[in-house]
Nanobody
Framework: QVQLVESGGGLVQSGGSLRLSCAASERTFSNYAMGWFRQAPGKEREFVGAISRTGGTTYYTDSVKGRFTISRDNAKNTVYLQMNSLKPEDTAVYFC????????????????WGQGTQVTVSS
């Protein structure tokens, strides 16, 4: 069982930056691909991006490309989501998720989820 805990959310003005962290309990963290998802009020949860086990490959949804960066530190069992040039439409609860081995864009393919952290971007 992998436990994930997100942190780093908060209120930021449009154009600002935040860095989210997701700490994993699993000693074999490097065996897991990690994803970030978000859910805005009244909307379904959507894929934001993902990172491979080694961190060598990342994927992003089009709306965050060039603004968000995912990275990981396997020695610290932590994955990060650096969010720059934030927009009001980025307001959502952000979740990290883990699945063995291979990255995925699909929510249903992730086995473990954090509780989420709120990001609010004011205009």
């Amino acid at each position: 069982q992998v436990q994930l805990v997100e942190s780093g959310g908060g209120l930021v003005q449009s154009g600002g930056s935040l860095r989210l962290s997701c700490a994993a309990s699993e000693r074999t963290f490097s065996n897991y691909a990690m994803g970030w998802f978000r859910q805005a009020p009244g909307k379904e949860r959507e894929f934001v991006g993902a990172i491979s086990r080694t961190g060598g490959t990342t994927y992003y949804t089009d709306s965050v490309k060039g603004r968000f960066t995912i990275s990981r530190d396997n020695a610290k069992n932590t994955v990060y989501l650096q969010m720059n040039s934030l927009k009001p439409e980025d307001t959502a609860v952000y979740f990290c998720a883990a699945r063995p081995k291979i990255t995925s864009w699909f929510e249903k393919e992730y086995d473990y989820w954090g509780q989420g952290t709120q990001v609010t971007v004011s205009s």
